[in-house]
């Protein structure tokens, strides 16, 4: 067994969650804990939801219901609870304990005990009630990461409400998508936030998206940049007026353990975006399992993990720091602004002792140079944790060695938004770099070939779920067709998450990308249709394709391909129109790195635009099967295109 850096010390085994998880089911090893979760998952979830302390108001009647199928499994039937009883309410004496350290981009800091934020909570939770907002209604959280972000999402969950988190760097159009698809009530968002040292209106956006939305009645306010941002009377309302004068203390819905939390979008390759649904039990424990076990957060630890509150990782890093009494860090803005060692600095001032860093992060900070993390303190590290999208060697080992100083795992993860974390991870086992330990109990997690059967080392292989997971979306939102579609009608039988992944001689495991045409920029994710609808409505593009292509640092990078409208010039100030219409929709980070202009894009006979072989023209890979090509003639023109550029 070769090639690993990384090897747990008998102290690290002796004090980890997992060992002491093992020593109360009475099992002595790993192993045989994952085997027996195969063979009896409700033993398992049973002990797992006992171990963790997950509490609910009415008991549950059985952990498991897989009567309608593997597909729609029922969890936790019978019972009652809230995400919110198991983050804030249940910490009584240790509320004085710190819940958030914050740092803003102008080096401002604040902090809330956890006392503070339940109070927050409570007073929000109580000015929606008094807006009408009840069980079920959905609200939309549109706001950076702030103290009262936190306050936001538990105030939404302790009134049974559902929220849907959107990326604070989305445009009107994303917005205005997602949130007419849930049918939201309401919306909390802010005046403006800084970026880089230039104030971002944020209201104004909300503003034009709510034209597209009938249902949104109500929209809050947090005054964040001092901004003068225009308030429709008996709409919006200023969150400190909302909340005046309210209680902090209300007590917290009791809701079925199964009612919605969450409703999370994510990207397909094809159609509009993908409405995930995770609810109380489900997402409360499937978090505490991969972070309290996973990842071995501890109460003591203070977490740091730049995200942003529309990725899974804002609202999963509250939860899970929340249900351990842990600390989360978090801090406004870049982690290379304004001085490129930001995020290093962040990391000596506040003792963060849990860093959440993905590969597109290290390739970026590795750009600076080694001075960086060496100019700061950094021993507070005891882990860190990864996820996104596959690493590359060098960039691992440099933040094993520079950042974590060789002593402290980097553990990777693959998961993602559809099971609410985690399907594979390392644990209490030597890592290689880039390496997975295997899966998670209780996901039944294998890499297997088109027809189901598992891979020998060295075969690449869809990465899937044989067993139910509590974590994993409960459908997608109001489409059950598309759902099983989606994850289930692949391999019938078990969920493809859509990774390619092989394992190695020793066992270990390696994730090597999406199987499928989904476009990951930096661990946002995408699909190509939405890309491409920007690009349609811009009115300078006739037809077109989004694909992406792999990039030195942000693992991949967009490009468009665009058929051009009757009588337009393919020039460059057409090509800016193009780029600008997708920054207005989604963001900066997707703003494509090429805009090329064809007479035509290569079609299958039944008209389906052939994206793959688009990419691999652009890569240069193998064109593969190309039998469905009713033009093959445009293969050639992209390819000539491509080259000219």
């Keep these: 067994m070769t090639g690993y850096v990384w090897h747990p010390t008998e102290e690290f085994r002796a004090a980890a969650n997992w060992t002491s998880f093992l020593r109360a089911v009475d099992l002595p090893s790993y192993e045989e804990l994952t085997a027996k979760a195969s063979a009896d998952p409700e ?40 995400l919110v009883l198991n983050c804030l309410d249940k910490h009584g004496d240790a509320a004085t304990r710190p819940a958030i350290v914050w740092e803003g981009e102008d080096g401002e800091v604040r902090g809330w005990t956890y006392a503070e934020l339940n109070a927050e909570t409570c007073r929000l939770a109580a000015g929606l009630a008094g807006l009408g907002l009840a069980a079920g209604d959905m609200v939309g959280i549109y706001m950076p990461m702030l103290p009262e972000t936190a306050a936001a999402f538990f105030a ?44 971002v209106a944020m209201k104004p956006v909300i503003d034009e998206a709510a034209a597209s939305v009938p249902t949104l009645r109500h929209v809050v306010v947090l005054r964040r940049a001092g901004m003068d941002v225009p308030m429709q009377n008996g709409r919006d309302v200023f969150w400190d007026d909302l909340v005046a004068g309210r209680p902090t203390e209300m007590p917290t819905a009791e809701v079925p353990a199964e009612h919605p939390l ?43 993990w730049m995200s942003d509150m529309g990725w899974l990782v804002g609202p999963i890093q509250l939860t899970a720091a929340a249900q351990a009494g842990a600390t989360v860090v978090m801090a406004e803005g870049a982690p290379d602004y304004p001085g490129t060692d930001r995020l290093w600095r962040l990391i000596a001032a506040h003792r963060v002792s849990f860093l959440g860093i993905g590969p597109t992060l290290a390739r970026v900070m590795r750009r600076y140079g080694d001075d960086g993390p060496a100019r700061h303190d950094l021993s507070s590290l005891r882990v860190a944790a990864s996820t996104g999208e596959p690493w590359d060697d060098e960039s691992w080992l440099w933040v094993y060695r520079k950042v974590l100083g060789s002593r402290a795992p980097l553990q990777n993860y693959s998961g993602g938004t559809e099971v609410g ?87 270990a495991w390696f994730i090597h990308g999406r199987s499928d045409d989904t476009i990951k920029v930096a661990g946002k994710r995408t699909g190509p249709a939405e890309i491409e609808t920007l690009l349609l409505g811009s ?95 445009a293969v050639e023109e992209l390819r000539r295109v491509a080259s000219a550029q």
Excluded at 50 to 69: N, Q, T
Excluded at 167 to 192: P, Q
Excluded at 548 to 565: E, I, M, R, S, T
Aim: glycine share 14%; proline share 7%; with cysteine.
């Design 421 to 507: 974390g985690i399907v594979a991870t390392n644990v209490l086992f030597p890592i290689k770099p880039c390496s997975f330990h295997g899966g998670v109990p209780g996901t039944g997690a294998d890499i297997v070939d088109a027809s189901g059967n598992s891979l020998g080392p060295g075969e690449v292989g869809e990465l899937v779920m044989r067993e139910p997971c509590i974590g994993t979306t409960r459908g997608l939102w109001r489409d059950r067709e598309r759902f099983l579609e989606s994850y289930w009608r692949t391999i019938p039988g078990m969920w493809v998450h859509g990774d390619w992944a092989s394992r190695d001689e020793d066992g």
């Design 43 to 82: 033993w398992f979830w049973n002990a797992l939801i006992r171990y963790l302390g997950f509490r609910f108001y009415r008991p549950y009647e059985r952990v498991l219901d897989l009567s309608e199928g593997i597909e729609f499994p029922r969890w936790c039937v019978g019972g009652t609870t809230n």
């Design 156 to 199: 939404v969950a302790k009134l049974g409400c559902i929220a849907m988190p959107l990326f604070s760097g989305f445009g009107a159009a994303a917005v205005a998508t997602r949130l007419a698809d849930g049918e939201a009530k309401a919306v909390i968002t802010v005046d403006g936030s800084p970026r880089r040292g230039k104030p």
């Design 539 to 633: 009115g300078a593009a006739a037809e077109a394709a989004a694909v992406g292509v792999p990039d030195p640092v942000k693992g991949a990078a967009v490009v468009c391909v665009v058929v051009p409208p009757p009588g337009a010039t393919p020039d460059a100030a057409l090509a800016g129109r193009l780029s600008d219409a997708v920054v207005a929709g989604l963001g900066g980070s997707f703003r494509p790195v090429r805009v090329l202009f064809v007479t035509d894009l290569p079609k299958t006979r039944n008209m389906k635009v052939m994206r793959r072989v688009v990419r691999n023209v652009l890569t240069g890979e193998p064109l593969g099967d190309t039998s469905s090509l009713v033009n093959p003639e």
């Design 262 to 304: 969450m409703l999370v979008y994510t990207s397909g390759t094809t159609g509009r975006p993908k409405g995930t649904v995770h609810t109380h039990c489900g997402f409360g424990i499937k978090t505490a399992q991969d972070f309290e076990l996973g990842f071995d957060l501890k109460g003591s630890d203070r977490v740091l």
